[in-house]
């Protein structure tokens, strides 16, 4: 990735976009907490992982268990919509639109949002969610369980009221990936670009490249060795959704002296190999789009606005999706990019600069959501998971999880190339250049992405 020498003119275009919820879970499904008020003995379902955090820390509230899934947007299920009683200082939640235009229209109950999305009908996969009344407290009871369901209306304290709604199982049944397919960036590869040009030596191949562009291993690496999976790494560096941001590579791709090397053609690539492999323990996973977003930075750009060449690079991404699930592929995980004002090349210049360079990967990340999520409604048989790595990146630094997030580990002259010289320790340092994150980064955002997304979210 190369430097934006004019990204001043990028303009804002979120409020043209649709903005919709990005979690690092199973796409389209979210974890339903639930929790105890030990001194008002009441239950409150939420699917906001901050205010389950934050009530759990208080001496009236325990956490109890994740109740269930519920399912994130509208997929083709029904709101159920959360109100609150300051009188009886409870939550109802019900999936009625009549009972809750009712309750709201009077002077107990007032609608606070749309807490998650269920099913009226049954679907493939889907559990009842029980609803049960206590009259002498007050207050209902929601309940997965069976047993509990039972136990408790057999008691005759509570009064069984039916069935609220269908959604999906607390815990499903962790994939045990057994290999990783990858496209992308230089954010993932690691002897990609390398196998095409060589191992750069400033005598004898002076036009070669690094093996990768981190001081050691990249995500991918670590994901493969945490799972003892096999790794099958197509990423490039200098790719783009379609095509390479440098002239020179783009025109031995154009002579056929090498293949098509954007996400585009690394997937037909992979693809023209009539590869063989397990639908079902085989994890395809994408990260591209940072170089379309930097080569339009730099007026290079055949997109003429930023709306255009975000739609394309969507688009590409999206048919690359498809092309791969038309071959069987089941398993998908897409990350987005991440806010490129923070990193060194950027984050020195005047505020405006950040700010574009910011709101142009934050308007991407949202077309992106935007379109999986409309991708996921016609292939919902499809396994599509996110992660944010956006808010990741910014968590670390506004964690000061390392002692230097602005600087960089090589020492860069003013053109920003490497001078040779180091800034040790390295693992004091979330940046290795002026754009890519150090290995110990890769290593932290590896354990992330499994212990946050492929073994506690549900790939349904």
């Known amino acids: 990735m190369k430097a934006v020498k004019n990204i001043r003119k990028i303009s804002c275009i979120l409020a043209a976009l649709i903005v919709i919820g990005w979690g690092s ?65 409870k939550h109802l939640f019900t999936i009625d639109e009549n009972e809750k235009n009712v309750l709201d229209s009077g002077s107990n109950w007032r609608y606070e949002m749309i807490a998650f999305y269920a099913n009226v009908n049954p679907v493939a996969g889907d559990i009842p969610i029980y609803r049960l009344y206590n009259d002498s407290i007050k207050q209902h009871l929601f309940t997965a369980d069976e ?128 590869p063989s492999f ?49 071959e069987g592929a089941l398993n998908f995980l897409v990350i987005n990019l991440p806010d490129i004002g923070k990193t060194p090349a950027y984050n020195t210049m005047p505020a405006e600069t950040i ?12 077309a992106l959501a935007y379109g999986l999520n409309e991708f996921h409604k016609a292939y919902p048989a499809i396994n599509l998971s996110t992660f944010d790595l956006f808010s990741f990146l910014n968590e670390m630094i506004a964690n000061g999880t390392f002692t230097d997030s602005t600087g960089t580990y090589l020492v860069l002259d003013a053109q920003g190339s490497p001078t040779g010289a180091t800034n040790e320790p390295a693992e004091d340092h979330l940046f290795w250049d002026s754009i890519h994150p150090t290995t110990r980064v890769h290593a932290i955002l590896a354990d992330e992405v499994n212990n946050e997304v492929l073994d506690s979210a549900c790939m349904q």
């Open 25 to 89: 879970n199973c796409f389209g499904e979210i974890p339903i907490y639930r929790l105890y008020n030990n001194v008002a003995k009441v239950h409150l379902y939420s699917a906001d992982s901050n205010e389950k955090a934050v009530l759990a820390a208080t001496p009236d509230w325990s956490y109890e268990c994740v109740a269930w899934q519920g399912y994130e947007s509208d997929t083709g299920q029904y709101p159920v919509y959360r109100l609150y009683s300051p009188t009886l200082g």
């Open 147 to 274: 047993n509990e369901k039972n136990t408790l209306a057999d008691a005759g304290t509570w009064k069984y009221e039916g069935i609220a709604y269908y959604t999906m199982p607390a815990s499903c049944q962790s994939i045990d990936f057994r290999n990783i397919v990858a496209f992308g960036d230089s954010l993932s590869d690691h002897h990609g670009l390398e196998s095409y040009l060589g191992l750069f030596n400033p005598v004898t191949n002076p036009n070669g490249v690094l093996p990768s562009w981190t001081n050691g291993d990249v995500w991918l690496d670590y994901l493969a060795e945490t799972r003892n999976a096999v790794l099958d790494n197509n990423a490039i560096a200098g790719a783009m959704t379609a095509g390479h941001e440098s002239g020179d590579i783009q025109a031995l791709s154009d002579s056929g002296q090498l293949p098509p090397l954007g996400l585009v053609g690394q997937i037909n690539l992979y693809i023209a190999q009539s």
């Open 278 to 326: 397990n639908s079902t323990d085989t994890l395809f996973t994408i990260m591209i789009g940072g170089n379309d977003l930097l080569e339009y930075g730099r007026g290079e750009s055949s997109a003429t606005t930023p709306a255009e060449l975000i739609t394309n690079a969507i688009d590409n991404i999206l048919n690359s999706i498809g092309a791969l699930a038309a």
């Open 355 to 366: 700010l574009a360079a910011s709101t142009l990967a934050s308007s991407f990340n949202t």
